[in-house]
């Protein structure tokens, strides 16, 4: 399919004129029999000499594919800032790998944006709203720490300063910075109150904000705030979370402390695939989601007002990036979702033991299925599914290693003004780690 393209260069443009582009991206562009680019990325190249054909990008997008295969010859790709920072490079090794493609070096928005406002870009974390929603941003949000994002449309000054009011960091402080090296090039920096508020931002020289920004811009911004309105480290609240009950916390809602020995049972890490079968509200999977930032999450959810909370819970804690929610009831609803490394059961519906023969045969090798259970019924369905499976003592047939934990909390109260602890009804967990496939 590509066999007539010869060469295939991506040349990043950086955020200036052609002089920061290196001699290597000179020589590609001179010799091109085709460039590929955006309208403003051959505006900058007027001061190269090149006589390859010039084409703009395909709208929309997934048209390029197609339009780089009817190219032959020497094709170069002309990319903003740098094309493997948050750009088409990665998007170029997925399918032109066969072809070698040569990257040539430029900067990126986010570095020159912290060099106009003198941060130090290592301490920056980087966040993405370029063709995701703005909510996403929350999951990563804490106190007095700085960040850089890559804004769209949806993504204005406005709509980043309401996100951070509402995760409690309203004393922020923003820098837009729009153009970056072009003749056009504005920086502004303003308070979240000042854009909210309208108030009159002392650190404009014309005490005021731009009404309207320009659409190449990217924002940093450095939290500050009373915060704690989203969690900054394991052990989500029960009550930040929307749920089914008449009190804030109560509902259909795996419980603090039992969650957190779950993901400990759990241990997600990264790439991995993940299946919260009965996720009620969403408190499991949402906290795995939320701390497991590279893996991928399936809530598993057929009633309807739950599927209701575990959607708001979803946008509160700004997992909709890796938190997949599936309505339908198990094990029926398992059928065409990919394989997973992790597997947390904690409703069944009474097919627990059909759920549990289904994801044993579905769980990868090394895998690890957890369930748990309150009631008598499914824990004896869960110890005998365990049991059941061939655990020698020779190492080289073991299939499966089972740990076994009951979680057994009880909370503060009163009773004629006296502290009593409370007991909550236990709950037995249930760790398979899957050593092998069955032979």
Known sequence: MTNSIT?????????????????????????????????????????????????????????VKQQLLS????????????????????????????????????????????????????????????GRPLTNVRSALQNNRLYGLLTDKNSQPHDVATILRQAGFGN???????AIGSPQQRITECAVTEILDDEKPSSLPNNHLPEKYHPLHVT?????????????????ADALFSTDGEKKGSGLLTKKEVRINILSLLQPTAGDIGWDIGAGCGGVSVEWARWNKE?????????????????????????????NIIEGRAPQALD????????????SGGELTSILTLCWERLSTNGKLVVACVTENNKSSALNFAQNLTINTNTDSQEAVTEIVQVSVSKGDTLANQLVLRPQLPVLLISITKIRQKH
């Open 336 to 347: 065409h979702l990919p394989n997973p490394q992790k597997i947390f059961i904690g409703g």
């Open 7 to 63: 060469a295939l260069d991506i040349v990043s443009m950086g955020v200036g004129d052609v002089s920061s582009l290196p001699s290597s991206a000179i020589q590609a562009l001179s010799s091109a029999d085709s460039i590929i680019g955006a309208e403003h990325h051959f505006v900058s190249l007027e001061g190269i000499e090149v006589t390859g054909t010039q084409i703009h990008y395909a709208s929309p997008f997934s048209h």
């Open 295 to 323: 893996g991928k999450v399936y809530g598993i959810e057929y009633h309807p007002e739950r599927l209701h909370h575990i959607k708001e819970n979803q946008r509160r804690f700004g997992v909709a990036n890796n938190l």
């Open 71 to 130: 190219l032959s010859g020497r094709v170069v790709i002309l990319a903003s800032g740098d094309s493997l920072f948050f750009g088409i490079g990665q998007w170029v090794n997925t399918y032109f790998s066969d072809l070698e493609p040569t990257f040539h070096v430029n900067v990126s928005s986010i570095q020159a944006a912290c060099h106009l406002i003198s941060k130090p870009w290592q301490s920056l974390e980087l966040l993405t709203a370029h």
């Open 220 to 236: 940093i911004f450095e939290t500050s705030g009373k915060g704690n309105i989203l969690p900054e480290f394991p052990g989500i």
């Open 172 to 178: 922020s402080t923003l820098w837009i910075c729009e």
